[in-house]
């Protein structure tokens, strides 16, 4: 799964890099982001607006907005048949920024040890994501997202069974496309190239959302 990431170059650097388009909220440097927090995403392949979304995926039908908290990442191996993602699949698609994410590895004793994986040379990238729209009793609407997870590649694989889809500069307009044909969409949700990226321990305060500042991504002993 993927459940912390983090955004920490500047918004104008993240926009030069990822070729996009303006930003309609500005994007404080997070070092620490969890689920029901905002994150940037991109909707739109022409206009590569950016964006703020909830993140925990709201279904429109869902009576529960709760429910979010549970569909922070969907398995990219079933999300074309899940009722809560299948609609989403077809006609939501979104890109999700960011620049590292955090899996935590089981030790034989003792806490989980957390590691921040990024690409080798730092840049951002986007992961494949899902958005919704779902409108409120009280009036207005609600903007939500999920992540697509896959099975991981050979880095991560020594932390955790599961890894976000990241798509490189081609693979993230296709993802975007409305007529994507399903099985060129599914092609795409694969792992990352391992030799692209790398990983480091960080320190078990990135385990409380609150501690959203710089050092929870230095390196620590391992």
């Known amino acids: 799964m993927c459940g912390r990431f983090t ?44 964006e703020l979304y909830r993140w925990g995926l709201v279904p429109s039908w869902a009576d529960d907005l709760n429910i979010g908290n549970r569909m922070i990442n969907a398995r990219s191996e079933t999300v074309h048949e899940k009722p809560s993602f299948r609609s989403a699949f077809k006609y939501r698609r979104c890109l999700i920024l960011a620049d590292g994410f955090f899996e935590w590895r089981a030790e034989q004793s003792g806490p989980k040890t957390p590691f921040l994986f990024k690409l080798k040379n730092d840049n951002p990238f986007t992961f494949a994501g899902l958005y919704e729209h779902k409108e409120l009793p009280e009036g207005g609407e609600l903007h939500t997202c999920t992540i697509l997870t896959c099975e991981p590649n050979e880095l991560v694989r020594d932390v955790h069974n599961r890894m976000p889809v990241i798509l490189d500069e081609k693979a993230r307009w296709t993802w975007l496309k409305p007529d994507a044909d399903q099985s060129v969409l599914r092609a795409l949700m694969a792992p990352f190239p391992a030799d692209a990226m790398k990983c480091f321990p960080v320190s078990r305060a990135v385990n409380l959302p609150e501690n959203d500042r710089p050092e929870v991504v230095e390196p620590v002993a391992g």
Do not use: C, M, W
Not at 38 to 44: G, T
């Open 7 to 50: 955004l920490t170059l500047d918004p104008g650097e993240i926009q030069t890099l990822l070729e996009l388009g303006p930003f309609v909220h500005i994007v404080q440097p997070r070092y620490n982001i969890a689920p029901s927090q905002p994150v940037p995403i991109v909707k739109n392949a022409d206009t590569r607006t950016v």
